[in-house]
Every structure is written in structure tokens, then in C-alpha cells.
């Protein structure tokens, strides 16, 4: 058994693996990445009954694993590269060889990935961590759940500037609902609901567009969306507007938040059959 740890700046997620199939998944929260990395382990072995003597590696990975020099619980620990992480692992859940990977965590990682040749593309530092950042100043809201209900009951055109409140017609192949600028309209009595909402559409209106430029460049019409903001259902619907105007498809396979703690496993079993 393999497990894989993918330490990012706000949460850490661990799974098991063996024999190439995902058997354990645990995720946590800690202030350092020490604690989150042993929190994270501790807590799937317990939950799960899974003996010290099962585990056969452990691979670490992500924003936090640089600040691990030793062995966990003195089994050998070894360091997966991020991004061939996020590209081995999206791979396994898509069943494809060849994919165009969104990786949304506190930033956006882009990554092409096809079969041994993983790189990034590029990406962009707006992410969930964007959402939240702002959402803390603008809504004095400090946790992401909580802006999530609020923007569940807001209404975008008291915030957003439509292409109908310029425009009498529709432009090319947009329609008049399209946003024409994020947070240009922004009314007087726009409420913290209203903004919630403008908050998401506009991060994930950035994703996805970049994610588009991405598919097109490598002549695909589908994107493989991973990581914590793969499961945000008002960014799937931002994310599915963008398919009906660009026709690029997004993906959400199962398992796709641990992504890259399942690639950073797998590189390993990768280098045994090597």
C-alpha cells in the first residue's frame, strides 16, 4: 500500500492505494504543515484500521512538502514533483492518455498532460483563495461555506454589468445575459448576496476561459476540472455557461479534490513498474 499526501496552503488531503485503486481518502485543515501532513496520515489509518506494517511508502506533494525532511512515522518517505502529480493523477481519474487538466485550488493550475509528458501550461493566482480573500473584506465573511449560502440567494446583475444593459441585441454568438464586466454595474443596494455570487462568477468566468485558450491550443474540446474547486456546484454552473458559448466540455471525475494526492501515490507505483 502507497499513500499519497498533497500538503496545500489551506487543506491536506491523503489517500491509499494499492494494487492502482484508490481505497482510503481523508481531508484536513491545519496551521502547519507538519500538523496537517501527520493529521491528515494519523486520521486515515485510525478511521480505516489500516496497520503501520501495510503501508509500504509514503509520497508527499504540494505547497507544504518542502517543510518535511524526515520519514513519517519511520516509513519511507519520498517527494512527488506537483504539477506531474496533478497531470499522473488526472490521467488515472479520467481514463484518458491525453487530457487538458484545471487544477483549482487557492490559485488555478493548468496542466497538459499526455501519457509520460506532464507540463504547465500556465494558470492563474485566481482561485478559491480569491473568493475567499475578498469575501473577507468586501462581505466580512471569513469562511468559504458560509459565502457559498450566501451567493446560493444572490442575483448577479445587481453587481455584474450584463451585455443587456448596454447593448439592445445580442453580440455575435454571446447572448445579452453574458457578463460585459465583472463588478461593473456594482448598485447601491447590491447585497452581500448579490456580491457572494459576483465573487464566484468572476473567478470562475477567469478559469474558464483560460481553460478554453488551454483546449483550443492543444485541439481538444474537453477539460478535465480537479482539485477543491471541482466540486463548487455555483462554479460548475458558471463553468457550464462557458461551454454553451465556447463548446469546450468540463469534466468532473470521481475523486477529482485528491487529484494530486492520488498522482503523487501513483508516481511512485509508476517507478516500481519502471
Known amino acids: 500500500m502507497i499513500v499519497g499526501i498533497d500538503i496545500g496552503s ?3 488531503k491523503a489517500v491509499s492505494i494499492e494494487k492502482g485503486r484508490v481505497n482510503h481518502k481523508i481531508k484536513t485543515k491545519a496551521l502547519d504543515a507538519v500538523t496537517s501532513a501527520t493529521g491528515a496520515f494519523g486520521k486515515m489509518i485510525v478511521e480505516n484500521g489500516i496497520k503501520i506494517s501495510e503501508i509500504q511508502r ?4 504540494g505547497a507544504g512538502s518542502g517543510k518535511l525532511k524526515d520519514d513519517l512515522f519511520g516509513i519511507p518517505t519520498g517527494k512527488a514533483d506537483e504539477i506531474k502529480s496533478i497531470g499522473i ?3 488515472f481519474l479520467a481514463g484518458r492518455e491525453k487530457i487538458i487538466i484545471s487544477n483549482i485550488g487557492t490559485g488555478t493550475a493548468i496542466i497538459y498532460a ?3 509528458n506532464i507540463f504547465h501550461m500556465g494558470g492563474s493566482g485566481v482561485g478559491g483563495g480569491t473568493i475567499l480573500g475578498l469575501a473577507k473584506k468586501l462581505l466580512s465573511v471569513s469562511e468559504f461555506n458560509d459565502v457559498m449560502h450566501l451567493a446560493e440567494k444572490g442575483k448577479l446583475n445587481q453587481v455584474d ?3 443587456e444593459d448596454i447593448m439592445e441585441t445580442d453580440l455575435s454568438f454571446l447572448n445579452k445575459k453574458n457578463t460585459a464586466s465583472n463588478f461593473g454595474k456594482m448598485l447601491d443596494n447590491a ?6 455570487l459576483a465573487l464566484v462568477n468572476m473567478v470562475y468566468q477567469v478559469i474558464g476561459i483560460l481553460s478554453v485558450f488551454a483546449a483550443k491550443n492543444k485541439n481538444t474540446d474537453r477539460v478535465v476540472v480537479t482539485g477543491n474547486g471541482s466540486s463548487n456546484l455555483l462554479g460548475r454552473r458558471v463553468l457550464e455557461e462557458i461551454t454553451s458559448i465556447y463548446h469546450v466540455q468540463f469534466e468532473y471525475p470521481e475523486n477529482a479534490e485528491y487529484t494530486t494526492a492520488i ?12
Do not use: F
Open 58 to 61: 509514503i509520497m508527499i506533494t
Open 161 to 163: 454589468l450584463l451585455l
Open 114 to 116: 499526455q501519457n509520460d
Open 263 to 274: 498522482g503523487a501515490a501513483l508516481s511512485w507505483e509508476t517507478h516500481i513498474e519502471s
Open 10 to 12: 489551506t487543506t491536506t
Open 191 to 196: 447585497r452581500n448576496e448579490d456580491i457572494a
Open 89 to 91: 493523477g488526472g490521467i
